[in-house]
């Protein structure tokens, strides 16, 4: 599976940004997939994720300004940020799960809120 994940930048406090990330080659029939981020000085944590049968989950920090959706067709996945705070700041990776053969992870979209 490859994955290719786009759409970070620099926006002020208080701005949007959409994510997206394409995976590609065999997508089995139950997969997750999601983003996760690490902010400078931090491991890696998850940030959202979504199920190839529609189960989403949130990190409390992003829920009601984070939303997780899907293009099932497409194989792509999109994260929507509102409300995005200094905090925010991070390197973004799309990732995807299956059970047969665990995790795949994209090359990283960097994010940078300014206050």
């Known amino acids: 599976v490859q994955l290719q994940a786009s759409g970070g930048g620099l926006v002020q406090a208080g701005g949007s940004l959409r994510l997206s990330c394409v995976a590609s080659?065999?997508?089995?029939?139950?997969?997750?997939m999601g983003w996760h981020r690490r902010a400078p000085g931090n491991q890696r944590d998850v940030v959202a994720t979504?199920?190839?049968?529609?189960?989403?989950t949130y990190t409390d920090s992003v829920k009601g300004r984070f939303t997780i959706s899907r293009d099932t067709a497409k194989n792509t996945v999109f994260l929507q940020m509102n409300s995005l705070k200094p905090e925010d700041t991070a390197i973004y990776y799309c990732?995807?799960?299956?059970?047969?053969?665990?995790?795949?992870w994209g090359q990283g979209t960097l994010v940078t809120v300014s206050s």
């Open positions: 990732h995807f799960w299956d059970l047969s053969r665990g995790d795949y």
């Open positions: 080659g065999s997508i089995f029939s139950y997969y997750v």
């Open positions: 979504i199920s190839s049968i529609g189960v989403i």
